[in-house]
Nanobody
Framework: QMQLVESGGGLVQAGGSLRLSCAASGRAFSSYTMGWFRQTPGKEREFVAA????????FYAEFVRGRFTISRDNAKNMVYLQMNSLNPEDTAVYSC?????????????????WGQGTQVTVSS
């Protein structure tokens, strides 16, 4: 089993920045692809970003490319999402996930473990 706990969400004005953190415990963190997804009420959860188990390959949804950066520290069992130039459309609950992602990092079904999520609210 793996436990994931997100932190760093909050309220920020449009144009501002937040850094989300995800702390992992349990199974071998460094062997998992780590992803960030987000969800708003009434919408399906959507892919935001992912990083390979060694951290050498990153993936981004088109709507965050150039604004968000995903990183990981395998020595600390942590994954981060630096979010810059936030806009109100980024308002959502952000969750981190861990999985083998054999079919690619974009589909939530390829992730085995999920955190509870952290709320990000961007005001205009």
């Amino acid at each position: 089993q793996m436990q994931l706990v997100e932190s760093g969400g909050g309220l920020v004005q449009a144009g501002g920045s937040l850094r989300l953190s995800c702390a992992a415990s349990g199974r071998a963190f460094s062997s998992y692809t780590m992803g960030w997804f987000r969800q708003t009420p009434g919408k399906e959860r959507e892919f935001v970003a992912a990083i390979s188990w060694v951290g050498e390959i990153t993936f981004y949804a088109e709507f965050v490319r150039g604004r968000f950066t995903i990183s990981r520290d395998n020595a600390k069992n942590m994954v981060y999402l630096q979010m810059n130039s936030l806009n109100p459309e980024d308002t959502a609950v952000y969750s981190c996930a861990a999985g083998q992602a054999y079919n690619g990092p974009y589909n939530q079904r390829d992730y085995d473990y999920w955190g509870q999520g952290t709320q990000v609210t961007v005001s205009s």
